[in-house]
């Protein structure tokens, strides 16, 4: 039982660049959420998942997109990265979302040059 | 939307000493609200939660309390350890329970001097 895996773990990537960060847990979980985390800032709710095939805005969205095809996954995308953008992303997961406890993966650290 | 204020942003105790972190909310219909540590380059790690309708929670040395009607909680650590430096997050839920996300505090650095 492994949780919440994100991969890739650390990604450098250029100006204008794309690229997809994969969240996969294996609780059966319905709620899925990406979080980033920049210094001083705590966590920022980027978009958010309720169950397979639906996603919802959070409070920083732009510039990123998301998919929820599989209930164990769900992806995070960069079309076109900027240096705003470098950050600590987190993806965590909650059973049933409400009064529930969202349980975090190790993250993936994404520096944009 | 919810707003979190978290305080002190660095907090440095005596080994032994207890460790208190205080949070304010802004939304009255949030009704549940995790606690986090998060050391140096690894993931936040849920520590202790509590909900709208309990005014206090305890797992051996750390307790939570809940003020609603001032809406404001605290984290409070006892007999603290140099494993208890870290990073720690407040959070709450919104009327939403969390299943539309948390909303978190800047965070304070708990430092335990030996």
């Known amino acids: 039982n492994a949780g919440v895996t994100q991969t890739p773990k650390f990604r450098v990537l250029k100006t204008g660049q794309s690229m997809t960060l994969l969240c996969a847990q294996d609780m059966n979980h319905e709620y899925m959420y990406w979080y980033r985390q920049d210094p001083g800032m705590g966590l920022r709710l980027i978009h958010y998942s309720v169950g397979e095939g639906t996603t919802a805005k959070g409070e920083v969205p732009d510039g990123y997109n998301v998919s929820r095809l599989k209930k164990q996954n769900f992806l995070l995308g960069l079309e076109s990265a900027a240096p705003s953008q470098t950050s600590v992303y987190f993806c965590?997961?909650?059973?049933?979302?409400?009064?529930?406890?969202?349980?975090f993966g190790d993250g993936t650290r994404l520096s944009i040059l | 939307g919810e707003n979190v204020e978290q305080h002190p942003s660095t907090l440095s105790v005596q080994e032994g000493d207890s460790a208190v972190i205080k949070c304010t909310y802004s939304d009255s219909a949030s009704n549940y609200f995790p606690w986090y540590k998060q050391e140096l380059g690894k993931r936040p790690q849920l520590i202790i939660d509590i909900r709208s309708n309990v005014g206090e929670k305890k797992d051996q040395r750390i307790a939570v309390t809940l003020n609603k009607t001032a809406k404001h909680f605290s984290l409070h650590i006892t007999e603290t350890q140099p494993e208890d430096s870290a990073v720690y997050f407040c959070?709450?839920?919104?009327?939403?329970?969390?299943?539309?996300?948390?909303?978190f505090g800047k965070g304070t650095h708990l430092i335990i001097q030996p």
């Open positions: 965590a997961s909650s059973s049933t979302g409400y009064n529930q406890p969202q349980h």
């Open positions: 959070a709450a839920s919104g009327p939403g329970g969390g299943a539309d996300g948390l909303t």
